[in-house]
């Protein structure tokens, strides 16, 4: 049997294309593997606040004793940190199982590294049936693989602009995209007020029964995490469940952490804090959530990958630090630290090769500073993962 390691790396040479949006392929395959079917299905589409979300609801139906199933993309740190049971990453071996079962009914149909994941997670689900499976939208919705399942209920997070060269190059365009997720006479939850006008269209051509999130700054959920995306997760619970206790729901959204969404760590020299946010968007809501901290000397870890607004998301976070370690992410995809260069003031960057050799380098300027300070670490899934924080 293949190791977890060759089987990624095998995958990665499958399809000619890294993203090839498109569900003929991916159903097929599904269909010839003949699992039974899954239980209730949640699906969580949207540009920011997916992950959020999807790791909410799966906190609020494990409080209430379900079994859960969460899908989610891409890792920060471990391949399996995408397929969780009960919140916990499943082994390597129900993977690679998994992925036997996905090879041995594909025949000769080509799948990408993503089809073959969203699969595999599937094929377990099947096999463990879990009370509720969550799923994340990889990207967009409407083509993306997950799309291949009729889920019971849609959350739809916010929409900006983001992967134009697949979804499209305006907002509606986009929106369009990943409201395609919500199943005729079944619930769609909208996230952001400020989006429904966006998804409604497509929402309301199909069908959708549309339900909007209630505020919850009142309760208190106003803080770290996306209030937005942690009220859809509410409100999908109390559709789910019926009779839910919204203050038991409340105080459970109160203690979620979600790695990597401004995730504040003690350190030795103050505090780092971590944060995925690799569009123009979540930047910039990454530098008003760093305004709101305590001020305290602060250096910036950055990269980014190039096929995202680069100028965008460094002229966000430019003022939030005094430092900036710019790093070169891995080929094909990544940036090169001396190309974002220019979009800082001369005299603050240094360049690094790694993101964890500039990690280091801020750690030693953190600890020059006489006071605690703080190390921000940004700019991509692969930044924070690659970091050597995990």
């Not at 969780?84 to 990408?112: H, M, N, Q, W, Y």
């Not at 900006?160 to 409201?179: F, P, R, V």
Request: aromatic letters at 6%.
């Amino acid at each position: 049997m293949r190791s977890l390691a060759d089987w990624l790396a095998y995958q990665e040479r499958q399809h000619p294309q890294a993203i090839d949006l498109g569900l003929e392929r991916v159903r097929a395959v599904w269909q010839r593997m003949a699992c039974r079917p899954l239980p209730r299905v949640a699906i969580v589409a949207g540009t920011n606040g997916k992950g959020t979300a999807a790791h909410a609801l799966d906190a609020l139906a494990r409080d209430a004793g379900w079994h859960t199933g969460r899908y989610t993309s891409p890792h920060l740190y471990r391949y399996n940190e995408r397929i969780c049971l009960d919140g916990v990453p499943v082994d390597d071996r129900k993977i690679c199982a998994a992925f036997d079962a996905v090879e041995a009914a594909r025949g000769e149909t080509s799948l990408t590294y993503f089809e073959y994941g969203t699969l595999a997670a599937l094929a377990i689900f099947a096999a463990q049936a879990p009370d509720l499976v969550i799923l994340e939208v990889g990207l967009g919705g409407r083509l993306d693989a997950t799309n291949i399942i009729d889920a019971d209920i849609a959350i739809l997070c916010s929409v900006a602009l983001d992967h134009q060269d697949w979804l499209g190059s305006d907002l509606a365009a986009i929106a369009a995209e990943k409201a395609a997720v919500a199943r005729p006479g079944r619930p769609a939850v909208v996230a952001d007020p400020a989006a429904l006008p966006l998804y409604a269209p497509r929402l309301e051509k199909a069908g959708v029964q549309v339900v909007m999130a209630e505020s919850l700054v009142d309760a208190g959920l106003d803080g770290h995490l996306p209030p937005q995306s942690l009220a859809a997760a509410l409100k999908a619970w109390q559709l789910l469940a019926p009779g839910a206790n919204s203050d038991k729901g409340i105080a459970v959204l109160r203690r979620l952490s979600v790695p990597g969404r401004m995730e504040r760590r003690e350190a030795p020299f103050g505090e780092y804090v971590l944060d995925v946010a690799h569009n123009p968007a979540a930047a910039q809501r990454l530098a008003e959530q760093v305004r709101c901290l305590p001020a305290l000397p602060t250096a910036l870890v950055l990269g980014i990958q190039r096929d995202k607004d680069v100028g965008a998301i460094c002229q966000s976070l430019s003022p939030i630090a005094e430092r900036v370690f710019l790093c070169d992410l891995p080929p094909p995809r990544g940036a090169q630290a001396e190309t974002l260069q220019g979009f800082f003031p001369a005299g603050c960057v240094e360049t690094c090769a790694t993101p964890q050799v500039a990690r280091e380098r801020a750690e030693s300027w953190a600890g020059q500073c006489e006071g605690p300070a703080r190390i921000i670490i940004a700019g991509s899934f692969v930044t924070v993962g690659e970091c050597g924080l995990g």
